[in-house]
């Protein structure tokens, strides 16, 4: 039986945004990354063969070093697709999934990208009418993004609003983390090596999110009750 099922927009999202997560769930969760082809690299748009084969493994590995069981959804992202995304075909992808989960994790939105605000908007349906709006939903800050928000409180409250409708009875819960599980979060940032070094922004932000929970790091996610 699998606890936990984390939806991940793209490699390397639930390693910034929900590592302590990743880490309580190893041996038993499972993550589904759905926007896994791009052409999107620190270097600029490449070919898309390329770039999708990189860092489809690089999340493969990173997951497996974690052992959390990793599935491709195999749908392009903004930097590569030329059409809208199908909510429809992409449910339906989702669907397929079935267990009994104590948890689902998937991305607060903060960012505004439409690959995360799509899978948020496709996991609250998924949470609901799929799983009966049984199993704990935790929406994760969306980093590197948030730690770019000057104010995330801010945000945060303007996100929870926008699910409200949907979503009753939120609340802000912080993960605390050591230094020893923060050095481990940085280690393996940096493990994907197609995209930009982020580690100087998941510590800062890691600072700001432990301050507010009386330790020295720590991770925020709003959930259901």
């Not at 020893?180 to 393996?188: C, G, H, M, V, W």
Request: aromatic letters at 10%; one cysteine or more; glycine letters at 4%.
């Amino acid at each position: 039986m699998t606890s936990t099922l984390f939806l991940s927009p793209h490699p390397d999202d639930l390693v910034y945004s929900a590592f302590s997560a990743l880490v309580e769930q190893s041996g038993t969760g499972t993550a589904v990354i759905f926007f896994n082809v791009s052409r999107f690299t620190k270097y600029g748009l490449l070919p898309k063969y390329f770039v999708t084969t990189m860092r489809t493994l690089e999340e493969r590995i990173v997951l497996a070093r974690l052992r959390i069981k990793s599935s491709f959804l195999w749908m392009e992202d903004s930097s590569s697709r030329s059409h809208p995304i199908s909510m429809q075909n992409t449910a339906t992808k989702l669907n397929r999934f079935r267990g009994t989960f104590r948890y689902i994790l998937c991305p607060l939105g903060i960012s505004g990208h439409p690959d995360h605000l799509a899978l948020r908007s496709m996991a609250i349906d998924y949470w609901r009418l799929r799983c009966g709006g049984r199993p704990t939903i935790c929406f994760y800050e969306d980093l590197p993004y948030a730690a770019k928000v000057k104010e995330i409180d801010v945000e945060l409250e303007r996100c929870v609003r926008e699910l409200s409708p949907s979503c009753v009875d939120l609340s802000t819960r912080y993960q605390p983390m050591s230094i020893d599980q923060l050095k481990k979060k940085i280690a393996f940032s940096k493990l994907y090596l197609t995209q930009n070094d982020q580690s100087e922004l998941l510590k800062k932000h890691a600072q700001i999110i432990g301050k507010k929970c009386g330790r020295a790091y720590a991770e925020r996610y709003v959930c259901s009750l």
